[in-house]
């Protein structure tokens, strides 16, 4: 267990670290040479130096035991300093967790200690030139090597596309089709007929290393076969996306972040027109509230997944684990190239680092699972919460958010109940139409259902931080007036989006015919939805207010 002090205390030794290391006109320059800087990214992993990757690795092998609560908030971090150096640590971590899942104990000592006492880089190898969102396609095999009918190795052979740290790993986990299904092994560097292509050219990122990988009959023992029986690895694979998809959910809040907070600085100084952009509402509502607002039910929903993931919650949260991950990524990027926006010519410019983080936040929507899988997953599984309760699944999440409302009237619960209701409806007409036949619609229902979620979660944030009960690792950036506003600036837009884009869809593929329109459209709830728009403006007034700490000064001229 890590304390809270002790997390406080590593995030502010990894901002120093970059502060020192990693300032702009470095990254700026490594970008600009396509490098990533090796000798830096070892320092961040070596046990007596940063030794970062100590947090993530259980106690009992020598690591400090950080929780899923931990590693999101390094991984922000991280994302805040650059995201090519964040791949490049964080892929020794995904790399590792085939082995924290599935590997036997004498595999897990061996390998999560020489991590945590050497600080060795490791590559997570699962894609493949033909098998990307499909892994199921995957054609690396490793045919076994028999010894008097005894099992006593492996010979694998294929090909690897995109590896995080293939080319500068010392370990790498590799799934192959093994004669009983997919499975993960540990190959070392230097393996005989193992070879890696030089680093990808890549639009973002660029300092980190991507590399393809290559396999030609490459023998390994049978202790490298994680866990020790065949054809689980799909199984550890999706046993661990709740966990992996959260850092890259970290990583879009990051960068979002790291945009905005560049942007935000630039408008108090930029003066056009007579005045800071900073006091131009038609710049601060469009450019900067609403990513804000985004960013933080992102936030809120990373934060609620990672509580219940330490607290063991029963599964593998992998649908929690996609709507974070959709949700950061998607607000991450457009706030990156809002930002971009916000400083208009110099955004576009190397120098101003807005453009640079745009290309970096790039990746996050790709890889991990891109958004369309991510809509996919989310839509099939609440597709399913929704039968099995006919229909009612979320009606009765409103009604929580109902209770929520009549405890705590400020926080946008009751907005966040109407865009519940209205995701009920949508989807039982799309039930009853039979809609989910067309891919699109189910997909969009995904990306309501995120929204809608993501609502609830930011409104509950809220009333927990007016009762002074959120987690103490949390981000308190916002205090309670400010989430309480942000909460019902973005249960506005979920509540609307549902409605309206529900209505759309559901239209739009044949759900209702012209005579039942008007009915649909209250079944939906519409007319409340539109009035929830009320207060919309001066909510974010205030918020901008508090970005640029106006928000006392309001205040005292309120007194
Ligand atoms: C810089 C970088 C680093 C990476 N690091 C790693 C790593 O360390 N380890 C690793 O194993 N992999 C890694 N990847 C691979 C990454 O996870 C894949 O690129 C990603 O999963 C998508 O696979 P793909 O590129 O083959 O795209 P595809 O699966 O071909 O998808 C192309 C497009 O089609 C969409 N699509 C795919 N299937 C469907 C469908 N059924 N219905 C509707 N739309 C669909 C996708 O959403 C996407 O928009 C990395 C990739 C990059 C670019």
Redesign the pocket.
Known sequence: MITSKTLKLSLKSLKDFAKKRLPDEVLRDLDDKDECPLEIVRHMCSPDKLGIQLLFIPEEFGGMGGGTFDVYCVCEEMARIDLGVATAVL?TF?GSDPITVGATPEQKKLWLTRIAEEGILF?????EPEA???LGALRTTADRVMENGQVVGYKISGNKQ???NGGIADAYTVLANTPSGPSWFVVEKGAKGFTHDEPED?HG?RLSN?AALAFDNVYVGADRLLGGVEGQGLNQAQAVFGYTRLMVAAFGLGAGWAALDRAIPYSTKRIQAGAPLSEKQGYTHKLIVPHVARLEAARSYIEETAERIDAGVEGSLNTEGAIAKYMATEAGNAAAEASIQALGGYGYTHEYMVEKISRDVR?TT?????S??MEMTISRDRWQSHLKTRGQHYHEQAKKFEDLHARHSNVGADIAALAMHALAEVMERARVARLTRY?HILLRLGELIAYAECAGSLSRRAALMAENKVNEKANRRFDATGLAALSRVFAREAAFKVGEEGMRWVIGAGGVGDAEIAGFETSLGLPAIHRAQSGLISDMDYIADVLYGRAAKRLEVAA
């Open positions: 892929a995904l590559a997570y190898g699962a894609t990307g969102s499909d995109w590896i995080s890549k990122i991507t990746i790709i890889y991990e699972g891109t369309e899988i891919q």
